[in-house]
């Protein structure tokens, strides 16, 4: 099952955090679990304004609509310590027809005064059995993007780029396919003295720089012939990179 889809009836009464890493669905769960409540979604953006300057009246009007509304406050855990004593203060007195979803990376930023009056939702960073059954439900294959992307690049939003950029421009999909190929092809078997060959050819350097390191007993001399051969920024970021 997937961890940013609402896949059945789901009611939270009160207000709502809905916490996660970057890229792990939140946002999409948020607006699948409006549609699924048949309610209108309003969003206030805390981390363009972390003081709660420009939105406070806004929260005082929104939060006492008497009409059934989800009011998304996105990166919730951003708030300052004055901005969420007046969100405190909301969350005790606003409307019951208005629903407070708290949207934030840690919910360990917001204070325990909020927290003790929501409930929690935790998402995850998807998984291949997610990205499988996401694309299944669109009538796609998951194949090319599970070869495309690395582990620790799987998010929604690089899922949603990747399955996109494979229905609307199939023929650009497999450029971008065959590139990632030769990345790692040339990953596979990293010279130092072709540098200048991966940069003509346009090797992703992290790849071309993992292909290196990844030789533990060679990595400092295969860095030195880079500086060598080119002098270039690769060799830069290479020595930044831990073993």
Same mark, same amino acid.
């Given at each position: ?12 009464? !009160? ?9 792990? !669905?939140k946002?999409?769960w ?6 699924q +409540?048949?309610?209108? #979604? ?13 939105g406070? +009246?806004?929260?005082? $009007? ?6 059934p509304? $989800? ?13 969420? =004593? ?8 606003h ?6 979803? &708290? ?6 930023? &917001? +204070?325990?005064?909020?927290r003790?009056?929501?409930s929690? /939702?935790? +998402?995850?960073i ?5 990205l ?19 582990p ?15 229905a ?11 590139? /990632? ?6 990953? =596979?078997?990293?010279?130092?003295? #072709?540098?200048?060959?991966?940069? @003509?050819? =346009?090797?992703h350097?992290?790849i071309?720089?993992d292909g $290196?390191l ?5 990595a &400092? ?6 500086l060598?051969? @080119?002098?270039?920024?690769?060799a830069?970021? @290479? ?5």
């Amino acid at each position: 099952m997937s961890h940013s889809l609402v896949t059945g009836p789901l009611i939270v009464t !009160g207000p709502l955090i809905v916490t996660g890493p970057p890229g792990s !669905g939140k946002s999409h769960w948020i607006t699948a679990y409006a549609a699924q +409540q048949d309610k209108q #979604l309003l969003t206030c953006s805390c981390r363009k304004d972390r003081t709660l300057r420009e939105g406070r +009246q806004k929260l005082h $009007i929104w939060g006492r609509r008497r009409e059934p509304v $989800i009011l998304w406050l996105e990166g919730a855990d951003d708030l300052t310590p004055e901005a969420q =004593a007046f969100l405190r203060r909301i969350l005790e007195t606003h409307s019951s027809d208005v629903q407070f979803v &708290l949207e934030c990376r840690d919910s360990g930023r &917001l +204070q325990e005064p909020i927290r003790s009056r929501c409930s929690i /939702r935790r +998402q995850s960073i998807p998984t291949e059995a997610d990205l499988r059954t996401y694309t299944a439900t669109l009538g796609l294959s998951a194949d090319s993007i599970v070869e495309y992307l690395l582990p620790n690049e799987y998010s929604w939003r690089r899922f949603k780029q990747c399955i996109y950029l494979q229905a609307q421009n199939p023929a650009l999909w497999a450029q971008v396919l065959e590139g /990632r190929r030769r990345d790692r092809a040339a990953a =596979a078997d990293a010279k130092a003295s #072709l540098v200048l060959t991966y940069q @003509a050819d =346009a090797i992703h350097p992290e790849i071309f720089i993992d292909g $290196i390191l990844k030789r533990e007993k060679t990595a &400092l001399a295969d860095y030195g012939e880079c500086l060598d051969v @080119a002098g270039s920024l690769w060799a830069f970021v @290479a020595s930044a990179l831990p073993n």
